[in-house]
């Protein structure tokens, strides 16, 4: 075919569909980066030791088909089994997998609104539809989620604790109480929870015992600090599992690199542990920071948080975060409903932070 005859070969959802918008990932490594939530200190030592270990010669052969040694891993800081883990390419290897698995085309997904903006985007892919469910004005889910769900006919549904991109933490009651009342799969994705206060006691794995239409999602990507390695992995019922693992998950879906290093970060979990702590501190005194600034600061049990700009938040919003990128310090702005005057901070290491407080103090200065 001649090039000005050029026509489309895509499916018509694919070729209406919006794509996914990245955070940006800048090549300057002066840049303070603060805009996609990664983790502001380095993978443990135990991962490091791992990667020197590695040998180019293991690369001749085929990964462990399943990630088995990382799985039990898994299956044993979480008190399940193995057969109650699935490991996947990141965290968005799973959502898919689960689209794939439970939600046929012309059928229905739901998730609260606003949430992760992803999971729009693979609902399209799938040529399936979508039911947004809008959280109320504390942020919180409604009482009948369950209910709007089941009235939409939803298949699966999606619910993120802690919630991005406020950084609330959905109480694990409510969750039993969704997956208890919903009809379909309910995927709690908790991409962020090595980052909620331990005294708080959350723990949402028991529901896996409770009900066999609750999916977990965990990342390496956060709390590990590995989200250059892609690796992330699910827990639930081995009957929801199963057809995943079998039948929709890609064949070696996880390469040998990633399952050697994963495992040894999962193992050394209390490695880890330790910067968890760190960004919860910083959490606090960047919270505390903002608030001086006049900023209204939501409670966050994330590695981030979600702050209203003073004044004509709408105007000041965009204006601030240009101003920080001008500054060499990228944060979030969602330019949607309900999050236009507010602007959604990665916490950094103490001096990144103060960096940011700094910025912003001149800045509102400036617009005063």
């Not at 919006?18 to 030592?45: D, F, H, M």
């Not at 109650?84 to 689209?99: F, S, Y």
């Not at 994705?189 to 959350?202: R, S």
């Not at 505390?288 to 994330?302: K, R």
């Amino acid at each position: 075919m001649r090039a000005e005859d050029e026509m489309s070969y895509e499916r018509d959802n694919i070729r209406n569909m919006q794509g996914y918008s990245w955070g940006e990932q800048p090549s300057q490594q002066r840049v303070i980066k603060l805009n996609t939530n990664e983790n502001p200190y380095p993978a443990s030592e135990s991962v490091a030791t791992a990667l020197a270990q590695f040998s180019v010669d293991q690369l001749r052969r085929y990964p462990q088909p399943f990630a088995d040694p990382f799985r039990d891993v898994a299956a044993a800081v979480h008190g399940v089994k193995r057969e109650n883990i699935i490991a996947t390419n990141g965290g968005d290897e799973l959502l898919r997998l689960a689209i794939t698995t439970f939600v046929g085309a012309g059928e229905t997904l739901g998730m609260a609104e606003p949430s992760y903006s992803l999971y729009p985007v693979l609902a399209a892919v799938q040529g399936c539809n979508v039911v947004k469910i809008d959280l109320q004005d504390d942020w919180s889910l409604p009482a009948d989620f369950a209910g709007q769900l089941n009235a939409a006919g939803a298949k699966l549904a999606f619910v993120v604790s802690p919630h991005a991109p406020t950084g609330q933490l959905v109480p694990v009651q409510h969750l039993r109480t969704i997956a208890q009342q919903f009809d379909g799969v309910l995927v709690i994705d908790e991409a962020y929870v090595d980052f909620v206060d331990p005294d708080l006691g959350y723990n949402a794995v028991p529901l896996i015992h409770e009900l066999d239409n609750v999916l977990l999602l965990r990342t390496l990507s956060k709390g590990y600090s590995l989200a250059g390695l892609r690796f992330a992995y699910g827990i639930g019922a081995a009957s929801l599992l199963a057809p995943m693992l079998y039948k929709t998950r890609d064949s070696y879906n996880t390469d040998a690199i990633s399952q050697s290093l994963a495992t040894a970060a999962l193992a050394a979990r209390d490695e880890a542990a330790v910067s968890w702590q760190r960004v919860r501190e910083e959490r606090g005194r960047l919270t505390a920071g903002l608030t001086g600034l006049g900023f209204d600061v939501l409670p966050s049990q994330s590695n981030f948080v979600l702050a209203a700009v003073p004044g004509n938040g709408e105007h000041r919003a965009p204006r601030l975060y240009q101003g920080l990128k001008d500054d060499g310090i990228l944060v979030r702005y969602f330019d949607q409903p309900r999050l236009r005057d507010k602007l959604r901070i990665t916490v950094g290491t103490p001096d990144e932070n103060d960096a940011l407080l700094c910025s912003l103090r001149k800045a509102m200065q400036l617009n005063d």
